[in-house]
């Protein structure tokens, strides 16, 4: 089914690990992005792409690197793991101008842990 | 950072009643407003769109209204469901340099009890 897929779905890392996030569309979205979610919080933006190759920073994208190698590809890393990003991460993506009419299609989301 | 609120942040209401809740959202720079569905385990799924001062729009029992003047929109269900429970996410998007992400809300919880 075409849509955005994240993987792992659930993880668990230790203080200090490091660790990827993969999201991938097949829908051939121009924008992609990162959220985590909260309890209290709502959905927060680290870090999104509008294109092949371009990334730029969101509200809160300290302690996470991203990149966008590929169109239908967007990586979010963890490099020195903290407890503070234990979160449920979602990636969405849209269609540069079509965004207005459709909407952003989110993955199910990762559930990272960090003890 | 963009300030979007959500009121209220719950609700519970009984099968059958009608009800509605308020997004708040800068008045400037205004590009789009989206009401998101958001069912407990699954992904958010858009409702709405809307671009337009004035705008209307309506999906089955689901409607919702904008003001971009003043800065909110109404998202209405008539005739609530049990299945219509969810937390409702509303997201501000602005133009020029932010174009293309969304801020969003903190949501409101409906619970619609049989």
């Given at each position: 089914n075409a849509g955005v897929t994240q993987t792992p779905k659930f993880r668990v890392l230790k203080t200090g690990q490091s660790m990827t996030l993969l999201c991938a569309q097949?829908?051939?979205?121009?924008y992609m992005y990162w959220y985590r979610q909260d309890p209290g919080m709502g959905l927060r933006l680290i870090h999104y792409s509008v294109g092949e190759g371009t990334t730029a920073k969101g509200e809160v994208p300290d302690g996470y690197n991203v990149s966008?190698?590929?169109?239908q590809n967007f990586l979010l890393g963890l490099e020195s793991a903290a407890p503070s990003q234990t979160s449920v991460y979602f990636c969405a993506s849209s269609s540069t101008g079509q965004e207005i009419f459709y909407g952003y299609t989110f993955g199910s989301g990762t559930r990272l842990t960090v003890v | 950072i963009l300030n979007v609120e959500q009121s209220p942040q719950s609700l519970h209401v009984q099968e059958g009643d009608s009800t509605n809740f308020t997004c708040s959202f800068p008045s400037s720079n205004f590009y789009a407003l989206h009401w998101y569905r958001w069912e407990t385990a699954k992904s958010p799924e858009a409702l709405f769109v809307m671009t337009l001062n004035g705008d209307e729009k309506k999906k089955g029992r689901i409607s919702a209204t904008l003001n971009t003047k003043e800065g909110y929109s109404y998202l209405y269900i008539k005739g609530?469901?049990?299945?219509?429970?969810a937390t409702y996410l509303c997201a501000f998007g602005a133009g020029?340099?932010?174009?293309?992400k969304l801020t969003f809300g903190q949501g409101t919880i409906l619970t619609v009890h049989p």
């Open positions: 097949d829908m051939n979205h121009e966008r190698l590929k169109k | 609530s469901q049990p299945e219509d429970s020029g340099t932010s174009y293309g």
